[in-house]
């Protein structure tokens, strides 16, 4: 049965949405999610969303319990998780409000528990990186992004960075000629305890600013982040909403749930 886990502010807690709705507090051995769950169904598939930083955003990048959020998705049974994430762009070619659907990462935290596997006393768990994100849920979102003509860029690398405070121009600089294409603060370890769960995961990012390496932009601020994001979120929920359904019947087919990138897009963006 598939049961989609909704990580991020996705506007799919309004009631005219989301149907059967009710709230789940859990939790479980790495403690309480950063949220109540709301669990209830979108366009008759099971969704459950967990809000990242709480509802009120009252958690730093660095306090998000990844571990418990993404255990908490698993025990209720989530089959497949999609995540939300504002970000910024590296790249001329990523604009702001622009969607980008990661295909790798790069993880520059320093202080998050990385791993779901404290211990190797029941055995060696290295787990396989190599495509962190879904491809057959990559493929679902780009197809939707393109019949709703939303601007999206099909693969990209993000890097994502401790915080809470942004890139120096220095830091910004580096990370573009590392060959990362977004930043953010949020998909890693997220990605990786995913797959460490086994759960099938892809983020879909939005482009909010440029950070700070753009000598001709003024550099990233809060507001400015918050202000692209809320100007976008509807295209968000219209996303989520239109491929939510198609994720059943596809994992039904068989084509959602492998880490095979067969089906990827090609490097650039599309409009």
């Not at 939707?144 to 915080?163: K, N, S, W, Y």
Request: with cysteine.
């Amino acid at each position: 049965m598939v049961k989609i886990g909704i990580i991020g502010g996705s506007g799919l807690e309004n009631p005219d949405i989301m149907k059967y709705s009710r709230e789940l507090a859990v939790g479980g051995r790495f403690g309480r999610p950063s949220s109540t769950l709301t669990a209830g169904a979108v366009g008759g598939t099971e969704v459950i969303i967990l809000s990242r930083h709480d509802r009120d955003h009252s958690i730093s990048p660095t306090m998000v319990p990844n571990r418990a959020n993404l255990l908490a998705l698993a025990d209720q049974g989530c089959s497949h998780i999609l995540a939300t994430t504002a970000v910024g762009s590296l790249r001329h070619r990523i604009r702001r409000g622009d969607f980008v659907l990661p295909d790798q990462f790069i993880d520059f935290t320093r202080r998050r528990d990385l791993s779901v596997f404290d211990s190797f006393a029941d055995g060696l768990h290295h787990t396989p990186m190599a495509e962190p994100f879904d491809a057959g849920l990559r493929a679902l979102l780009r197809a939707t992004a393109r019949r709703l003509g939303i601007r999206l860029h099909p693969r990209g690398t993000v890097v994502t960075i401790e915080g809470p405070r942004f890139s120096t121009r220095a830091e910004s600089r580096l990370f573009r000629s590392w060959g990362a294409d977004i930043i953010n603060m949020s998909t890693a370890p997220e990605c990786a305890i995913a797959a460490e769960l086994g759960l099938p995961y892809a983020a879909i990012a939005m482009a909010t600013d440029y950070d700070s390496w753009k000598a001709d932009e003024a550099p990233v601020t809060q507001e400015a982040v918050l202000e692209i994001f809320r100007r976008n979120a509807t295209r968000m929920t219209e996303l989520l909403l239109a491929v939510i359904p198609l994720i059943g019947a596809a994992n039904q087919a068989g084509g959602v749930g492998t880490k095979s990138d067969a089906a990827a897009a090609p490097a650039d963006g599309e409009g």
